[in-house]
C-alpha cells in the first residue's frame, strides 16, 4: 500500500514560497495547526535554500570527478538560456528515493555507493546480460548538452549534462524487430536509498520511452554535469534526460535497461495514471488535474514565465507525435 500517491503539496508549490513556508513552519507554533489543517509533514532540518553549503553532509561514498575529454555541445545541442547556478541544481533535487523534500537527496546521497556500478541489458536485443559501466560507455566519447528541465511541478532549470546519445547506445546493441520500446529501472537498496523504505512509489522507479524517443539525437544516457560526473542527488552514475518530457522522465541511476515490445510500466503513470501520462510530454496547454501547466518558474527568478510547447524543442520532436491526440496521451 502507498502512503503518498501523489506529488506533495509542498513540491508543486512556487520555490521561494515554499522555501519561506518551511521556515515559518520551522520556527512557529504554527506548525501544528498547518499539518492538522493537511499539509503534508515536513522534516525539521536540513537546508532550505538551494545552495546553502551543508557543513554536516558526510563525505559522499563516491564523490564527483572532472570528466574530460568532452566535446563541446554544438548549437542545436545548447540552450541560449544562462545556465542555473551548479549549487542550486545540486540542492534543490527530485530523486524519492532519497526523501521527497528538495534537501533530502543532497543529506543523503552520501550513502550511494556508484562504483562499481553495472546495468543489466535485457529483451529483444542480441546478446542479454550485465556489463560494467565502464565497458558500457567506453565506446562512446562524451559530449555536452546544454538543455532546460522543466518539471511537472512548474519549475525548471538550465542544465550543462555529459553524456552519451542513448540511440548511440542503443544501435550497438542490435536490437531486433520487436524491441518498440526501452524500459528504464533505477536501483533497488533501500540501505543505499532510503526513501525506498517508505512506499511512496512502488520501487524500483522505473521509466520508459517508445522506441523513436530513445533513438531521438536529443535523448542521452548523462554521467556528469557542470563537467564533473553526478553527484548522488543528480542520479549518478548514470541517468536519462529527455528534454521535451516533464523532469519525472529522467530516470536517475539506472541498473535495468529493457527492450521490449509492449509499452512500460512506469511509476509515476501506474501511481496516478490520471495525472501522469506514460508521453508526459511537456505541454502548456494540458493542465495537471491539481495546477495549470502554462508558467513555470526557473529556479533563481522571480517572474514565472511561459512554458514553451515540448519544452521549446519543438521544431526537433514535434514529428514524432504527428497525428497523435495529445490531450488524450498526455
Ligand atoms: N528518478 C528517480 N529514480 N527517482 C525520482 O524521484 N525524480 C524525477 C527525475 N528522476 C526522480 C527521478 C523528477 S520528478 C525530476 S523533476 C528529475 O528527476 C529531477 O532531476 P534533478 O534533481 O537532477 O533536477
Request: net charge positive.
Amino acid at each position: 500500500m502507498r502512503t503518498v500517491p501523489n506529488l506533495p503539496e509542498n513540491q508543486v508549490t512556487d520555490p521561494a514560497v515554499y522555501l519561506r513556508r518551511r521556515e515559518f513552519l520551522r520556527t512557529s507554533a504554527a506548525a501544528g495547526a498547518a499539518l492538522a489543517a493537511g499539509l503534508p509533514a515536513l522534516a525539521a532540518c536540513g537546508s532550505e535554500n538551494p545552495g546553502e553549503a551543508r557543513a554536516d553532509a558526510p563525505e559522499p561514498k563516491s564523490p564527483p570527478r572532472a570528466l574530460a575529454p568532452v566535446t563541446p555541445a554544438p548549437a542545436r545541442f545548447r540552450a541560449e538560456d544562462p545556465l542555473t547556478p551548479e549549487k542550486d541544481a545540486k540542492s534543490y533535487n527530485n530523486f524519492y528515493e532519497m526523501g521527497t523534500d528538495k534537501d533530502d537527496p543532497a543529506r543523503n546521497a552520501h550513502r550511494l555507493r556508484t562504483e562499481p556500478w553495472s546495468v543489466s541489458l535485457t529483451g529483444e536485443i542480441a546478446k542479454p546480460g550485465v556489463i560494467a559501466l565502464e565497458d558500457l560507455l567506453r565506446p562512446h566519447p562524451l559530449e555536452e548538452r546544454i538543455y532546460r528541465l522543466r518539471c511537472v511541478e512548474a519549475w525548471s532549470m538550465v542544465i550543462p549534462w555529459v553524456g552519451v546519445p542513448l540511440g548511440d547506445v542503443i544501435r550497438r546493441l542490435n536490437p531486433g524487430s520487436k524491441a518498440r520500446y526501452v524500459a528504464f529501472e533505477t536501483l533497488l537498496d533501500p540501505e543505499q536509498l532510503p526513501g525506498q523504505k517508505r512506499r511512496v512509489l512502488d520501487w524500483p522507479y522505473r521509466e520508459g520511452l517508445r522506441m523513436d524517443e530513445a533513438m531521438h539525437p536529443l535523448t542521452i544516457l548523462a554521467v556528469g554535469m557542470y563537467g564533473q560526473s553526478l553527484p548522488g542527488q543528480n542520479g549518478a552514475p548514470l541517468r536519462l534526460v529527455v528534454p521535451w518530457k516533464y523532469g519525472f522522465k529522467s530516470i536517475k541511476s539506472i541498473v535495468g535497461i529493457r527492450l521490449q515490445a509492449e509499452e512500460p510500466v512506469t511509476a509515476w503513470n501506474q501511481s496516478a495514471p490520471g495525472e501522469y501520462g506514460f508521453y508526459a510530454n511537456v505541454n502548456p496547454e494540458v493542465s495537471h488535474p491539481r495546477w495549470s501547466q502554462a508558467r513555470e518558474r526557473r529556479i533563481g527568478d522571480w517572474r514565472k514565465r511561459p512554458t514553451l510547447p515540448f519544452n521549446g524543442y519543438g521544431e526537433q520532436v514535434a514529428a514524432l507525435y504527428a497525428g497523435m491526440d495529445l490531450r488524450r496521451n498526455f
